[in-house]
């Protein structure tokens, strides 16, 4: 049964607009990169693990009310105890979902960046959003470009020629062979945080083939060197020498947040709708995600839609 049909549970689409690289990461790793970002393992594209996105909520929530930890019976209702030892007591009400890349910001010859997506980025995320019982219905594509091929939401990002009309991302020429625009504006009206992402995304939104999609999103991200120094010589540690993979800035990702009803006897009995309402309420306008907060790294703005 799908759960748009159960009067217990209430869905919400929580997307992440990374506006600093951003590091999901994995650990150590034996390839090239030693820190490299979390990837799913059938298609290579960038996510974010739904375990780390809900103790990132948890936290702003915890923050935002600012009760100490343990201390919030609000809290502990909606995400479960906190403590080990108290995890059989019962569940948290709100359960979330990997979170899945949606649009990825790529060097562009005109308009600096655009936004890429593909069809098959775009049909999961129709997907999630049936399942889930969310009423946001992505407008459809008008066609699905082949490969080498674009559809640009408008003149900013296209580079006219001898009767072309071309899209050109970091070294690649795609022929513009349509539009996007309604799904531009869509984009605009639902997945923007802000009103300046907003306007740009009505016109910096490219859909390329699926494979495009692909290499974009697995060879155009940030390496990053670092180095660790000696304290007295600051002079570089032996091994101290890593690399580092960032999601880059503006990169766009969305996960589905599940509210049920409360499952805490000894607290107050909240259905879903005030499970979801909590965590809207609670919810601040900008979340750190992933490694790094120090130097920086992983600030997301961030939108729940419901």
């Known amino acids: 049964m799908s759960v748009a049909f159960e009067e217990t549970v209430r869905s919400g689409l929580l997307v992440l607009h990374a506006r600093t690289p951003l590091h999901p990461g994995t650990g150590t790793a034996l390839g090239l990169v030693d820190l490299p970002v979390q990837r799913e393992r059938f298609t290579g594209w ?7 996105i809900k103790g990132v909520l ?3 929530c915890r923050r935002r009310s600012g009760a100490q930890p343990g201390q919030d019976a609000e809290l502990t209702a909606v995400f479960g105890p906190d403590r080990p030892q108290e ?3 019962h569940a948290g009400a709100v359960s979330v979902t990997d979170a899945r890349v949606l649009a990825f910001p790529v060097r562009s010859l005109r308009g600096v960046f655009a936004w890429v997506t593909c069809p098959t980025a775009l049909e999961r995320l129709s997907q999630d959003i049936s399942w889930s019982g ?10 699905e470009p082949d490969r080498n091929q674009a559809l640009a939401a408008s003149g900013d990002v296209v580079v006219s020629g001898g009767g072309v009309d071309s899209v050109v991302l970091e070294e690649f020429e795609f022929q513009r062979v349509g539009t996007c625009d309604a799904l531009g504006r869509w984009f605009a009206q639902h997945i923007a945080t802000d009103q300046l992402s907003s306007q740009r995304m009505a016109s910096h939104l490219v859909i390329l083939h699926d494979d495009d999609f692909s290499h974009f999103v697995q060879y155009s991200t940030e390496i990053t060197a670092r180095i660790r120094l000696e304290a007295d010589s600051k002079t570089a540690s032996e091994g101290g020498l890593f690399y580092e993979e960032f999601l880059p800035a503006e990169t766009v990702l969305y996960s589905v947040l599940i509210a049920n009803r409360t499952r805490d006897k000894a607290a107050q009995q909240w259905g879903a709708s005030q499970v979801l309402g909590y965590l809207k ?6 979340l750190q995600v992933g490694g790094d907060e120090t130097v920086g790294k992983g600030f997301c703005t961030v939108r729940l839609i419901s």
């Open 87 to 89: 995890s059989r007591l």
């Open 134 to 143: 969310l009423q946001l219905n992505p407008p459809p594509l008008e066609r």
């Open 58 to 60: 948890r936290d702003a």
């Open 46 to 52: 960038p996510m974010i693990a739904g375990s780390a």
């Open 281 to 286: 309420e609670k919810l601040p306008p900008v």
